[in-house]
């Protein structure tokens, strides 16, 4: 905790500084990824970018969702940290206990992302 308003002053510009995107990174989140490593669902669609993910997230039904997220594995956060990069978003999407919430997440982060990307 904090002693001062100094030092709780320093500790805020420090964790936002690490939440920042360069426009860089942000511009390689939002990127395709290459052919071969394309996400394919249950369901058959084919997501190659964050975009995608984040429309196919909002049309697939709770039963594809399920067969991707569950108690025993999370593709959809393997894939954003193994493929597309983006730690902070498969760490989100871990904790999502629903396809509803996992769609919020991915809205706010791509929404935050694009920005950053310009």
Known sequence: MPK??????RMTRTSTRSLRVSKEQAAGYLGKVPEDKAFWCHDGAVLRDMRELKEALAAM???TYAYHSNAIKNDFSHWVRD?????????????????????????KRYSLLSKAAG
Do not use: C, H, P, Y
């Open 4 to 9: 001062n308003t100094k030092e709780s002053s």
């Open 61 to 63: 039904s709770d039963q």
């Open 83 to 107: 493929i597309i990069g983006d730690d902070k978003l498969a760490n989100d999407m871990e904790s999502a206990a629903s396809r509803e919430e996992a769609v919020k997440i991915v809205e």
